[in-house]
């Protein structure tokens, strides 16, 4: 997959459109036809499959401060970790479950949408896990982090934490299966906009 992307590059202009996004802006990876693109979360449920996210608004937020806000020097910077890691986020991408992929639904339904590039690793004992950072769409100063691994394929203990620009505030944890959906993806947004209200 990786030598499909030779030729291609995350480049400055692609990452001032990201920018002009927002909350919830992505840049994935075209598996089909390999290229680049920015779309925006809200899309993504609703694309074919074989689109992978590999940098979001969040990802960038945090960069250009970390680059100084030399976006050539950041475009290479993600240029490269992209080509090291593509591989490994098309294979995780490619059997996600779709337990995963209904909570990112959910979850852009109900006014959270991703907004960072998914982190995908194993468990030490060798159990899928994927950590998605979402935005509150509207307020993105309040992000939710949800920490989904699969044991059993028809089964999902997912753990969520909301966040206020970064500091913790609450956090729901259910298993989920095909017959009992997560209920915090309607409790999250409400809260969050219960504790916004109470803030000075």
Do not use: K
């Not at 992307?5 to 002009?20: I, P």
């Not at 390999?34 to 996210?53: D, E, F, I, K, M």
């Not at 691994?149 to 609450?170: K, Y």
């Amino acid at each position: 997959m990786r030598e499909r992307f030779d030729e291609e590059e995350v480049t400055v202009d692609l990452l001032r459109d990201l920018h002009r996004t927002g909350p919830g802006g992505l840049i994935i990876a075209d598996l089909h036809q390999p290229s680049y693109q920015v779309t925006h979360a809200r899309h993504l449920c609703t694309q074919a499959r074989g689109r992978v996210p590999v940098y979001g608004h969040g990802d960038l937020v945090h960069d250009l401060d970390y680059y100084d806000q030399d976006w050539e020097e950041l475009a290479d910077a993600v240029t490269d970790t992209t080509w090291d890691q593509l591989d490994h986020w098309a294979a995780f991408a490619m059997r996600m479950s779709p337990l995963v992929r209904a909570l990112r639904r959910d979850m852009s339904l109900h006014r959270m949408d991703l907004n960072r590039r998914p982190v995908c690793r194993y468990t030490l004992d060798g159990a899928r896990r994927v950590d998605d950072t979402f935005a509150l769409r509207g307020n993105p100063r309040i992000t939710f982090t949800a920490c989904c691994v699969q044991r059993r394929p028809a089964s999902l203990l997912v753990s969520l934490d909301m966040h206020d620009q970064g500091h913790f505030v609450t956090s729901w944890t259910q298993r989920v299966t095909h017959t009992a959906p997560p209920r915090f993806v309607r409790e999250a947004p409400m809260r969050a906009q219960l504790y916004l209200d109470l803030r000075p």
